[in-house]
């Protein structure tokens, strides 16, 4: 079954903390890999795509990792600041024969307070 | 103003009553899509449209039906809403020619439907 996970549920860091967002797929035949910020009460927006030869990518204060070997993904955030409040979403693009198909994360809300 | 406008962004409505959410784009995207957010539950994909008279439909299309009026519009519309279609609803679009970043969804603001 294609499905994506996505880890902590939820975050509470301090301002300018480090911090390391997870996410674990079954997504098979993989095509492409993005995270999402969603703040509250807008869409998503996002931040970065990860194909199969990338293993790292930054987006300012925001770096993502991916492993294709072991199906798992990482969002780091650099010296948070309070806007980096949101869920970050995790979607694995899955080609399929009719286009690739999306699986989305349930999401890591993440709150940074002063 | 926004690219992917939506309308109505909230609206509380009665079981059994018909509701339509619109939806606007200037991105001159030939993809849409409309997804429904549920608290601990990721994005669901309810209908998409390639073009204007392409319709599709996702993982959770009962209960919904759509229509592609024009490049720029796409409407969802609920014909007889039950409670537990209470939602937050986003439209999307996406442009396949974009290169690397093909598949990028761009979405609304959301519309929050709550059904009593």
């Known amino acids: 079954k294609n499905q994506v996970e996505q880890s902590p549920q939820s975050l509470i860091i301090l301002e300018g903390k480090n911090c390391t967002l997870q996410c674990n797929y079954t997504v098979s035949p993989f095509s492409n890999l993005r995270w999402y910020k969603q703040d509250t009460g807008r869409g998503p927006v996002s931040l970065t795509i990860?194909?199969?030869?990338?293993n790292t990518k930054s987006n300012g204060r925001y770096t993502a990792t991916l492993d294709a070997d072991t199906k798992q993904s990482s969002l780091h955030i650099t010296a948070s600041q309070l806007s980096d409040s949101a869920s970050y979403i995790c979607?694995?693009?899955?080609?399929?024969?009719?286009?690739?198909?999306?699986?989305f994360g349930t999401g890591t809300q993440l709150k940074v307070e002063l | 103003d926004a690219d992917v406008t939506q309308t109505p962004r909230n609206r509380i409505t009665k079981t059994g009553k018909r509701i339509m959410l619109e939806c606007s784009q200037t991105k001159g995207h030939d993809r849409m899509y409309w997804y429904r957010q549920d608290p601990g539950l990721g994005l669901r994909l309810i209908y998409y449209?390639?073009?204007?008279?392409?319709?599709n439909k996702g993982e959770i299309s009962d209960g919904y039906s759509v229509s592609r009026q024009a490049q720029a519009k796409f409407s969802l519309s609920l014909e007889s809403a039950i409670p537990n279609q209470t939602a937050l609803y986003f439209c999307?679009?996406?442009?396949?020619?974009?290169?690397?970043?093909?598949?990028?969804?761009?979405f609304g603001e959301g519309s929050r439907l709550t059904v009593l």
């Open positions: 999307a679009t996406s442009d396949p020619s974009a290169g690397s970043n093909t598949g990028e969804l761009f």
């Open positions: 979607v694995v693009s899955r080609a399929t024969g009719g286009g690739n198909k999306l699986t």
């Open positions: 449209s390639f073009d204007v008279k392409d319709i």
């Open positions: 990860m194909t199969f030869s990338e």
